[in-house]
């Protein structure tokens, strides 16, 4: 960008090309083009001393600035003048730059030469000025309102225009749609047809080529810009849920008007602050309020269009507990919001099509720090707001710190401020985080250091206004209620914590009379021991909740309710994901209408909703993370009624860290008898498979009849099978925790053992048959000698539940699938001490891994709805897209140029191997897929789905050559044997309790 610089002397002088780091403040002028061209100061012109010599073109010049100095500014820009109309590549970076230059501009004028106004009918009021309905009716017939390359300083009235006052206000342009904003262009002229689409491209966001001559093909090329650019942001993985306004968060509270003024005030002057610090770091211990403080100050910033992007973690909130979705959620969020870094954002994604797949320091530096680093420095004083909330609630310690470095970057940024408001509890992690960044990179605020009697005032502003809300709606007519004491003793038990506050409000306010409603306020001021700090009175809240909820029972019934508390409200606590209340009782194998009863007088502590379908699926979750710290704490739920043992609820629930996805929870009644996976023998002639009936089935291939059920060893589903390469034995692996081996010539059983303390995902043989390596939900591989059922050895798989195990093909590596995303690779012969190879590139659970023939390279298959291809040695690796839910099986081709995947989507896909192009997708299915394998003659390939059946594929043409279906003989009866708490029926061989018809992450 050129601007020009007035003089003392009255003189212009051009400067220098600037960059956009290094723009000074600078005025910018909006006009029509002379009839004339000939008559506008050009840049040659200016540089070569020529400019007088065009009087009307220069009085533009003199006009701007003469206003720009009268203004303080000694630059100004104009585009007769600042651009080389010669240079089509510097003519084609400003038409694409201009809009962002406008925007960007201090001040703006506009040069109307063509206003005339007849005063020869005023006579009878002379030496007065002319009425301003003269004036504006000359100002409407300005050129200025009709041309095509004004439009993009959006200065001109609604009343002339039609562009909404919105978007003349300076709202983001994003919340206007793409029809919306063409149509701005309907009544605009341009000397030529190709500029009426040239003019849209800052207002769009997007670069495009100019070719003149074109015609009406530069709209049809702006319009698949726009969609290109559309595509690029929708491949971003976003966390619906984080944003502090997204619908989940609707109902959450903000600060009331006249408290928390001062801790909100100092937010904003450090926000709006010259200094250098770029982080706000506000920590408190639980219930202070530091969350209604970060929505309060981002809805304050998203209303006057300052907001760059708000994520808000939740423990036991899915995604929102996990950081790999951060960046990229901001990133979609600031795109969404703000035209001017919308278009960098979508050129890094277009430069980096794996650019979800990177770390987060890196995703953080092209996502956000360099895009925002492109955007023109118009003003020093501009900010722009990030909100992270409970970053303690973020699972991964090791991502916290991680996310804490990459952040403080953010003072990288020069040409306007970035500020970002983190709030959390002082963990040890964060604490030391902080303690690592100079002074002048954060400022930090202690909750606890704000005067008590500032916090007692404002928790009794609170308790007045929610009491009083509530009398009006329930009209009671008592203005007195509650008395100044009353509310003084509520004030002195919140012990400055807002969430005991929100608490007891809503457990006054859930009485059912005013008789109940007092005793109920009674109960919370007389209850409490005054000595007690804030986390006993937080901890005796509860407790009164609770009991309170069970003084309806009978004496005779109590202890059934106390155990149908602890069943319900442990689920809801120690759930990854939040379900809603249907899934819900047939995760716990629960009446629903007992559910519902059970939680009726829960509302205090449970955000319980009204009105839930399968079309707006609303979960139940809890108010406040506290309570989820009080219920599995036995030191704060002194109360054994109540008290939730983290360890036996989740051994209860057949689960530990297990992912829920609660849309997809499976219904017991649905696809009973699902197949889970399949096996070749090595002759290609017969195929294993193994389904929710504890036995695995045997088939002849050509005929498609069944040979022989091998059983007697499980008493659960057979989640995975495996025949070892003599083709002499059969092994599987099942939900009761046990691995059994069987003789596949006559079928008896060798042995079973009961290998694990979780489900059996995984068995495969190694590839001379000697050991079985078997992986399971417990986060250990177990690998035993074939021949004896002797354990020789336990993988720990560092924490985290094993999906899927296979060998190399030199036997000599175990590869393993997990739900953390991540693919590690176990050396068997080198230290049981000595830590994996991990390849981290999934954004969700691994649900299959595949060595390729040679060894070279593995498969992958992950609810992130990608199959990713891996270097074995380098760790590179290429991602096939196309799948559109979760990719449950993956396998290599015996020759290894070939790749399958099955879905959730229905489909198996079948993929180039070194290209990863897409050969084929097989679509007869017509229930999500289980498992994909083909035979060892690379002939036919199998596909297991969740409706009972295997289907047979031509692997020449992929036409279906034939299925096995003959599974209902071994449902001997409608009904289902009674499960154990959190076990439904349909499950998954991954055994996330929340997959669409049994299969998951």
Same mark, same amino acid.
């Given at each position: 960008m050129r601007l020009i610089q007035y003089e003392p002397s009255g003189d212009y002088r051009l400067e220098r090309e600037l960059g956009t780091e290094s723009l000074p403040k600078y005025a910018i002028l909006s006009h029509t083009w002379m009839l004339d061209n000939e008559g506008e100061v050009s840049l040659r012109d200016l540089t070569q001393g020529l400019a007088k010599t065009k009087p009307e073109g220069y009085e533009k010049i003199r006009f701007c600035g003469e206003r720009a100095a009268h203004d303080g500014l000694n630059h100004f820009w104009i585009d007769t003048c600042c651009i080389d109309q010669n240079s089509s590549a510097v003519l084609e970076e400003a038409i694409t730059s201009m809009y962002a230059w406008y925007r960007n501009a201090d001040r703006c004028y506009v040069y109307l030469w063509d206003i005339t106004l007849d005063t020869s009918s005023l006579e009878d009021i002379a030496h007065q000025p002319p009425p301003m309905h003269l004036w504006e009716s000359a100002f409407r017939r300005s050129r200025w309102f009709t041309r095509g390359w004004t439009l993009q300083e959006l200065l001109a009235p609604q009343s002339v225009t039609g562009i909404p006052v919105a978007a003349l206000r300076g709202t983001s342009l994003a919340s206007f749609s793409v029809e919306e904003r063409l149509c701005w262009t309907e009544n605009r002229q341009t000397k030529r047809k190709e500029d009426k689409a040239y003019c849209l491209l800052g207002i769009f966001g997007v670069s495009m080529n100019h070719r003149y001559g074109e015609g009406d093909k530069a709209f049809e090329r702006l319009r698949r810009k726009i969609e290109n650019k559309n595509d690029l942001l929708s491949t971003l993985t976003m966390a619906k849920d984080a944003a502090f306004n997204?619908?989940?968060?609707?109902?959450?509270?903000?600060?009331? +008007?006249?408290?928390?003024?001062?801790?909100?005030?100092?937010?904003?002057?450090?926000?709006?602050?010259?200094?250098?610090?770029?982080?706000?770091?506000?920590?408190?211990?639980?219930?202070?309020?530091?969350?209604?403080?970060?929505?309060?100050?981002?809805?304050?910033?998203?209303?006057?269009? #300052?907001?760059?992007?708000?994520?808000?973690?939740?423990?036991?909130?899915?995604?929102?507990?996990?950081?790999?979705?951060?960046?990229?959620?901001?990133?979609?969020?600031?795109?969404?919001?703000?035209?001017?870094?919308?278009? =960098?954002?979508? +050129?890094?994604?277009?430069?980096?099509?794996?650019?979800?797949?990177?770390?987060?320091?890196?995703?953080?530096?092209?996502?956000?720090?360099?895009?925002?680093?492109?955007?023109?420095?118009?003003?020093?004083?501009?900010?722009?707001?990030?909100?992270?909330?409970?970053?303690?609630?973020?699972?991964?310690?090791?991502?916290?710190?991680?996310?804490?470095?990459?952040?403080?970057?953010?003072?990288?940024?020069?040409?306007?401020?970035l500020r970002i408001l983190i709030t959390s509890r002082p963990e040890t992690p964060i604490r030391h985080g902080f303690n690592q960044m100079s002074g002048d990179q954060r400022e930090v605020f202690v909750l606890e250091d704000i005067s008590p009697s500032v916090i007692?005032?404002?928790?009794?502003?609170?308790?007045?206004?929610?009491?009083?809300?509530?009398?009006?709606?329930?009209?009671?007519?008592?203005?007195?209620?509650?008395?100044?004491?009353?509310?003084?003793?509520?004030?002195?038990?919140?012990?400055?914590?807002?969430?005991?506050?929100?608490?007891?409000?809503?457990?006054?306010?859930?009485?059912?009379?005013f008789s109940n409603i007092e005793k109920r306020l009674r109960m919370l001021i007389h209850g409490f021991s005054s000595g007690d700090g804030p986390e006993k009175k937080l901890d005796q809240i509860y407790i009164t909740v609770l009991r309170e909820s069970a003084m309806r029972a009978a004496d005779d019934e109590k202890e059934e309710l106390y155990l149908m508390l602890r069943q319900v409200i442990g689920a809801i606590a120690i759930l990854y994901s939040p379900l809603h209340m249907e899934p819900l009782s047939r995760l716990l194998d629960l009446n629903l209408r007992d559910v519902n009863e059970t939680l009726n007088d829960l509302h205090t502590i449970l955000?319980?909703?009204? =009105?839930?379908?399968?079309?707006?699926?609303?979960?139940?979750?809890?108010?406040? $993370?506290?309570?989820?710290?009080?219920?599995?704490?036995?030191?704060?739920?002194?109360?054994?009624?109540?008290?939730? !043992?983290?360890?036996?609820? =989740?051994?209860?629930?057949?689960?530990?860290?297990?992912?829920?996805?609660?849309? !997809?929870?499976?219904?017991?009644? !649905?696809?009973?008898?699902?197949?889970?996976?399949?096996?070749?023998? $090595?002759?290609?002639?017969?195929?294993?498979?193994?389904?929710?009936?504890?036995?695995?089935?045997?088939?002849?291939?050509?005929?498609?009849?069944?040979?022989?059920?091998? +059983?007697?060893?499980?008493?659960?589903?057979?989640?995975?099978?495996?025949?070892?390469?003599?083709?002499?034995?059969? #092994?599987?692996?099942?939900?009761?925790?046990?691995?059994?081996?069987? /003789?596949?010539? %006559?079928? #008896?059983?060798?042995?079973?053992?009961?290998?694990?303390?979780?489900?059996?995902?995984?068995?495969?043989?190694?590839?001379?048959?000697?050991?079985?390596?078997?992986g399971s939900m417990d986060q250990t591989v177990a690998l035993w000698d074939?021949?004896?059922?002797?354990?020789?050895?336990?993988?720990?798989?560092? /924490? /985290?539940?094993?999906?899927?195990?296979?060998?190399?093909?030199?036997?000599?590596?175990?590869?393993?699938?997990?739900?953390?995303?991540?693919?590690?690779?176990?050396?068997?012969?080198?230290?049981?001490?000595?830590?994996?190879?991990?390849?981290?590139?999934?954004?969700?659970?691994? %649900?299959?891994?595949?060595?390729? $023939?040679?060894?070279?390279?593995?498969?992958?298959?992950? !609810?992130?709805?990608?199959?990713?291809?891996?270097?074995?040695?380098?760790e590179a690796s290429i991602i096939f897209r196309g799948h559109t839910k979760k990719v449950m099986a993956v396998a290599f081709a015996p020759d290894g140029h070939r790749i399958a995947s099955g879905s959730e989507d229905k489909t198996v896909g079948v993929w180039d191997a070194t290209s990863g192009a897409c050969l084929s997708i097989l679509l007869e299915h017509i229930s999500g897929i289980n498992s994909v394998v083909f035979s060892p003659d690379c002939n036919i390939l199998a596909s297991s789905s969740f409706d009972d059946e295997v289907r047979l594929w031509d692997v020449r043409s992929w036409e279906m050559a034939g299925k096995l279906d003959e599974f209902d003989e071994d449902v001997h009866s409608g009904t289902l044997a009674t499960q154990r708490m959190g076990q439904p029926s349909a499950c998954d061989r991954n055994h996330d309790l929340g997959a669409s018809k049994g299969h998951s992450m």
């Open positions: 997204s619908l989940h968060n609707q109902h959450e509270p903000i600060c009331l +008007e006249d408290t928390r003024s001062g801790i909100l005030n100092q937010i904003r002057a450090w926000a709006e602050g010259s200094d250098s610090r770029c982080i706000f770091w506000l920590n408190g211990i639980a219930g202070t309020g530091k969350s209604t403080i970060a929505r309060t100050i981002a809805r304050v910033y998203y209303d006057v269009g #300052a907001l760059g992007g708000s994520y808000f973690f939740s423990k036991g909130g899915g995604d929102l507990s996990k950081s790999n979705r951060l960046v990229t959620t901001l990133a979609g969020q600031l795109a969404a919001g703000m035209s001017e870094p919308r278009r =960098h954002i979508s +050129e890094a994604i277009a430069k980096r099509e794996d650019i979800v797949e990177l770390s987060l320091r890196d995703q953080w530096k092209h996502l956000i720090i360099d895009p925002l680093s492109k955007i023109p420095n118009h003003s020093t004083e501009r900010s722009i707001l990030l909100v992270i909330d409970a970053l303690d609630e973020c699972n991964d310690e090791n991502d916290i710190r991680a996310i804490i470095k990459i952040l403080a970057t953010a003072q990288t940024i020069v040409n306007f401020r007692n005032q404002d928790i009794g502003l609170y308790f007045r206004n929610r009491l009083k809300a509530f009398c009006e709606e329930r009209g009671f007519d008592d203005d007195d209620w509650p008395d100044s004491r009353s509310i003084m003793r509520l004030v002195e038990n919140a012990s400055g914590l807002f969430i005991w506050a929100a608490t007891a409000c809503r457990f006054i306010c859930k009485g059912t009379r955000y319980i909703p009204k =009105h839930s379908s399968a079309e707006d699926p609303r979960p139940v979750r809890l108010h406040h $993370p506290t309570f989820r710290d009080f219920l599995l704490n036995k030191d704060s739920c002194i109360d054994v009624d109540f008290f939730v !043992d983290e360890k036996k609820a =989740h051994r209860a629930m057949g689960i530990n860290d297990v992912w829920f996805a609660e849309a !997809d929870i499976p219904n017991p009644r !649905d696809d009973f008898n699902y197949v889970s996976d399949l096996a070749f023998t $090595p002759d290609s002639k017969r195929i294993a498979s193994g389904s929710n009936f504890e036995a695995v089935r045997f088939w002849d291939v050509a005929t498609k009849s069944r040979l022989r059920k091998f +059983e007697g060893g499980a008493t659960d589903k057979m989640s995975s099978v495996a025949i070892s390469p003599d083709s002499k034995t059969l #092994a599987g692996g099942s939900d009761d925790f046990t691995v059994m081996v069987w /003789s596949i010539e %006559n079928g #008896a059983l060798h042995y079973s053992v009961k290998a694990h303390t979780g489900w059996v995902n995984s068995v495969v043989f190694s590839p001379d048959g000697t050991l079985l390596a078997s074939v021949s004896t059922g002797q354990e020789v050895k336990r993988i720990d798989n560092q /924490s /985290s539940c094993v999906n899927s195990a296979t060998f190399s093909p030199n036997g000599a590596m175990v590869a393993t699938g997990s739900v953390d995303g991540i693919l590690r690779i176990w050396h068997l012969f080198k230290s049981s001490d000595e830590m994996p190879r991990m390849l981290d590139g999934h954004s969700g659970p691994i %649900n299959s891994v595949r060595y390729s $023939p040679s060894g070279s390279h593995i498969v992958s298959g992950s !609810d992130d709805m990608m199959v990713r291809l891996w270097n074995a040695a380098t």
